[in-house]
T-cell receptor
Framework: ETGVTQTPRHLVMGMTNKKSLKCEQH?????MYWYKQSAKKPLELMFV???????ENNSVPSRFSPECPNSSHLFLHLHTLQPEDSALYLC??????????????FGPGTRLTVL | SQQGEEDPQALSIQEGENATMNCSYK?????LQWYRQNSGRGLVHLIL?????REKHSGRLRVTLDTSKKSSSLLITASRAADTASYFC?????????????FGKGTLLTVNP
């Protein structure tokens, strides 16, 4: 496993619930990313934080709200989700500033099911 | 369509055989990366090849890049059952000025014992 952890690993929630996904990296990296992986679709970039500053919000619905309190932690707050939001949510980090050139280190993901 | 597209979508081979997966892309790139994902888990980085490189090796892995054809291939030699996974190519076509690493849909490799 990489030095990126995610909790919980599995989450089932109703459409009216509020929940949060947590990601922690132990690699001393300065950039963190949230990706969504749905069946038979390419990995979708949702949010990018570089040096704790959000640098990209890829047209993600407001029912997803990221938070990056420091360079080691990243959260994804969820509220009033839809069934189509069910997916594997992956957190990743990279060294230095966020860049397309940088190798990504991924966590194991949170499997989210919205009922 | 997305930048990187892997081919084939699925590949099934016997243990000991070689596996070749291809990736095609549409616009100029700075680098191309290959990742592996075991079922329901995170992606693991395998190899990064820069646009000025033509071939790279890492253990049983060999990656080639042909920028004139906008394509890359990943060869796994002497495959093992543990190589069963999905393999993704990802391209950086940003010029370094944005943050996107664009992933394809992946090739599902099954290595039968």
């Amino acid at each position: 496993e990489t030095g990126v952890t995610q909790t919980p690993r599995h989450l089932v929630m109703g459409m009216t619930n509020k929940k949060s996904l947590k990601c922690e990296q132990h690699l001393g990296h300065n950039a963190m990313y949230w990706y969504k992986q749905s069946a038979k679709k390419p990995l979708e970039l949702m949010f990018v934080y570089s040096l704790e500053e959000r640098v990209e919000n890829n047209s993600v619905p407001s029912r997803f709200s990221p938070e990056c309190p420091n360079s080691s932690h990243l959260f994804l707050h969820l509220h009033t989700l839809q069934p189509e939001d069910s997916a594997l949510y992956l957190c990743a980090s990279s060294q230095d500033r966020a860049s397309g050139r940088a190798r990504r280190f991924f966590g194991p993901g949170t499997r989210l099911t919205v009922l | 369509s997305q930048q990187g597209e892997e081919d084939p979508q699925a590949l099934s081979i016997q243990e000991g055989e070689n596996a070749t997966m291809n990736c095609s892309y549409k616009t100029s790139i700075n680098n191309l990366q290959w990742y592996r994902q075991n079922s329901g888990r995170g992606l693991v980085h395998l190899i990064l090849i820069r646009s000025n490189e033509r071939e790279k090796h890492s253990g049983r892995l060999r990656v080639t890049l042909d920028t004139s054809k906008k394509s890359s291939s990943l060869l796994i030699t002497a495959s093992r059952a543990a190589d069963t996974a999905s393999y993704f190519c990802a391209t950086d076509n940003s010029g370094g000025s944005n943050y996107k690493l664009t992933f394809g849909k992946g090739t599902l490799l099954t290595v039968n014992p």
